[in-house]
């Protein structure tokens, strides 16, 4: 096992889903173990200098940061670990200076050692914190011994030469070794940052081969498919004309509404991938009263077909709202064909206009079977079919909805749907006053 797999032993799986985290916790768990082995030399130097309570301390030491990187295999905040990595060294650290002399004590110098390792280690923030602890705890000795107060030597006073050589260096060292340990780890980052870099970039060139791939067959659609589809639909007309039996005359009318249907379709998928590309349009003020008019006289023929009147209300007030004729018209066309689709013979069509201080509203009610409403949240999603089918046997792509969505959008305009008392459905759009 080597050293990578051992450290990505001790760590959570839940450290793994984040990039920043994961680094710290490895840089946690290789300080942590690091620490460990290199407070086992002070054990001894306690043992060599007669320091009984700095055997106890050190052993604190070696024990604790063994047992952190344990814990990381936990659910624990990362937070209370790094404050725990911190917390074992600063008691170690103020307790021996107390009992070995103070201000006056090798160990003395190991209190800066408290917020540097809380910066490699945790962050600038709990660096910040530590700084704050070591300084006062330093300012305190200061007063002790400005004060007259003698503070214990407990180690033999007659090895004190022996005792700062070897005791005061170790700072170097543990700071040196736990800086290295973080910079080995910023270069174990930066590694998986470039090869996240390289993966991205790959990603990205497979995705643009599927975008093109896309607009290959949305080409295919529109100059293999439109034209086939248009002829088909003008020889269905043609035989219709023609005195033929009723029954190949209902043929014929079949293949006529397959026809139309999938130039429906065609249309659809077409205008879908021409709005994702689309940036701004220019609006203008644009009149109500008379796209509607248009929209709904072009409906007259399928709504009789189907004894659907279509009545429009507050038409005789001149609403100007900055839109887009081209889709403005496309908007109506779809809410309006939804209605015809699933109303039944008899059952009227409304197109309702208002007008607040500074918005335009249309509202379109039918009286068919409505949205259930465990469905409304499939409305102007791409290809979400409602499980109430059209009265009139017609095809439905489920592209009309989310086209018109898209269209309102680039409108800097909105839609929505509101459910009406009784039966059947309203569709609501909302532009900006000219």
């Known amino acids: 096992m080597n050293i990578g797999r051992l450290v990505d032993w001790f760590i959570h799986k839940k450290y793994f889903e984040n990039a920043t985290e994961l680094r710290k916790a490895r840089l946690l ?27 106890y301390f050190t052993l604190f030491n070696v024990v604790g940061y063994f047992a952190l990187p344990f814990l990381c295999k936990t659910k624990i905040p990362f937070r209370i670990l790094g404050f725990t990595y911190n917390a074992i060294g600063s008691i170690t650290v103020i307790v021996l200076t107390w009992f070995s002399g103070g201000m006056w004590s090798a160990i003395y110098p190991w209190i800066i050692a408290i917020p ?11 660096a910040l914190y530590w700084t704050i602890f070591s300084l006062l705890w330093m300012w305190a000795f200061g007063i002790i011994e400005l004060n007259g107060i003698s503070l214990p030597v407990e180690y033999n006073p ?18 040196m070794v736990v800086s290295f340990t973080f910079e080995n780890s910023m270069q174990t980052a930066m590694r998986d940052v470039e090869q996240q870099k390289v993966t991205i970039e790959k990603q990205s060139i497979e995705l643009a081969k599927l975008i093109e791939d896309k607009d290959h ?21 043609l035989l219709e004309r023609e005195t033929i039996e009723p029954d190949s005359k209902n043929i014929v009318e079949m293949i ?11 249309k659809q998928v077409l205008e879908m991938a021409t709005t994702n590309s689309v940036g701004s349009v220019l609006l203008k003020a644009t009149n109500f009263q008379s796209v509607i008019n248009e929209v709904v006289q072009s409906f007259r023929f399928t709504a009789e077909n189907k004894g659907i009147p279509i009545k429009t209300v507050d038409l005789n007030k001149s609403c100007e709202a900055l839109a887009n004729l081209t889709y403005l018209k496309l908007v ?13 013979s008899g059952k009227e069509i409304h197109v309702l206009v208002s007008e607040t201080d500074q918005q335009v509203q249309i509202r379109v009610r039918d009286h068919g079977p409505g949205v259930p409403a465990a469905e409304e949240a499939k409305l102007f999603k791409k290809f979400s079919k409602l499980s109430v089918a059209p009265t009139g046997g017609e095809s439905s792509s489920g592209l009309g909805l989310s086209l018109v969505k898209r269209y309102m959008e680039i409108m800097k305009g909105s839609v929505w749907f509101e459910r009406p008392e009784g039966s059947g459905s309203i569709f609501a759009i909302e532009l900006t006053k000219a």
């Not at 007659?158 to 005061?168: D, G």
């Not at 109506?332 to 039944?344: C, D, G, M, V, W």
């Open 217 to 237: 067959i949305i080409e295919i659609l529109a100059h293999d498919l439109k034209n086939p589809l248009a002829n088909i639909g003008v020889l269905a007309n």
């Open 116 to 126: 540097l390792l809380a910066l490699l280690i945790i962050g600038k923030t709990a």
């Open 158 to 175: 007659a090895m004190r030469s022996m005792w700062y050589l070897s005791i005061v260096p170790g700072l170097l060292l543990i700071i």
């Open 332 to 344: 109506l066309e779809n809410l309006i064909s939804n209605a015809i689709k699933f109303s039944t």
């Open 256 to 266: 006529a509404n397959a026809s139309a249907n999938a130039q429906v379709l065609v």
């Open 29 to 55: 768990v290789r300080a942590s173990l690091l620490t460990s082995i290199f407070s086992t030399s002070y054990v001894a130097l306690s043992v060599f200098f007669e320091y009984e309570r700095g055997i």
